[in-house]
C-alpha cells in the first residue's frame, strides 16, 4: 500500500525502541524485587502491568503498520480495535489506581497513567473510523497515539525506578 510506504523507517525505529524497553523494564522490575523492596501485587496492576502493556501495544501495531497488508481495511479494523481495547483497559488501570492502597496517586501519575493513555487509545479508535475519509491524516493519528504510548511507557518506567531509588529505599531503611 502506497500509504504506509513512507511510514516504515519510522515504525521500525518506534517498534525495535518498544521492544527493547520492555526488556529493559523487565530487568528493572527484577532488580527493584531484589532490593527487598516489598511487593505489592495492587499497585502492581495499576503502575508496572499498564506500562509493559503500552510497550507492547506500540510494538505490535508497529510490526503490523509495516507488514504488507493487500486491503487498508483489515488495517484499519485492526488499529481500531486495539484502540477500543486500549480505552477499556485505561479505565480498568483508573479502578486500579483508585484502589490499591500502597500509594496515593498525585496529578502526575493521572496524567502518564490514565489521561495521556486514554487519549492516545481514544485516538486510535477514533483514527480508524477517519481513516475512512482521510487515511493520510488518519495515519498522522495513529503515529502521535504511538509516540504519546510510548513516552508515557517510558516516563512511566523512570517515574518507577526514581520512586522505588529515592523513596521506597529510604523509607524502608532503619532510623
Avoid at 511510514?7 to 528493572?28: D, E, K, M, R, T
Avoid at 524485587?33 to 501485587?41: E, F, I, W, Y
Avoid at 493487500?70 to 481495547?85: C, R
Avoid at 492502597?101 to 479508535?125: G, K
Amino acid at each position: 500500500m502506497t500509504a504506509l510506504a513512507g511510514w516504515q523507517n519510522f515504525y521500525v525505529i518506534i517498534g525495535s525502541s518498544a521492544g527493547a524497553l520492555i526488556g529493559l523494564q523487565f530487568v528493572v522490575l527484577s532488580l527493584i524485587t531484589r532490593t527487598g523492596a516489598s511487593s505489592h501485587p495492587e499497585a502492581g496492576g495499576a503502575f508496572a502491568t499498564p506500562t509493559i502493556v503500552h510497550f507492547v501495544v506500540v510494538l505490535g501495531l508497529s510490526a503490523i503498520l509495516v507488514a504488507p497488508w493487500e486491503w487498508v481495511g483489515a488495517l484499519i479494523s485492526v488499529w481500531g480495535i486495539a484502540g477500543v481495547s486500549g480505552i477499556v483497559y485505561i479505565i480498568i488501570v483508573i479502578r486500579r489506581m483508585r484502589k490499591q492502597p500502597v500509594y496515593r496517586p498525585e496529578f502526575e501519575d493521572w496524567l502518564f497513567h490514565a489521561l495521556l493513555p486514554l487519549a492516545a487509545y481514544s485516538t486510535l479508535a477514533g483514527s480508524a473510523i477517519a481513516a475512512r475519509f482521510r487515511l493520510r491524516e488518519a495515519l498522522f493519528a495513529v503515529a502521535s497515539a504511538i509516540l504519546s504510548l510510548l513516552f508515557s511507557g517510558i516516563h512511566n518506567a523512570w517515574d518507577a525506578v526514581t520512586y522505588h531509588v529515592f523513596v521506597r529505599s529510604t523509607d524502608e531503611r532503619p532510623h
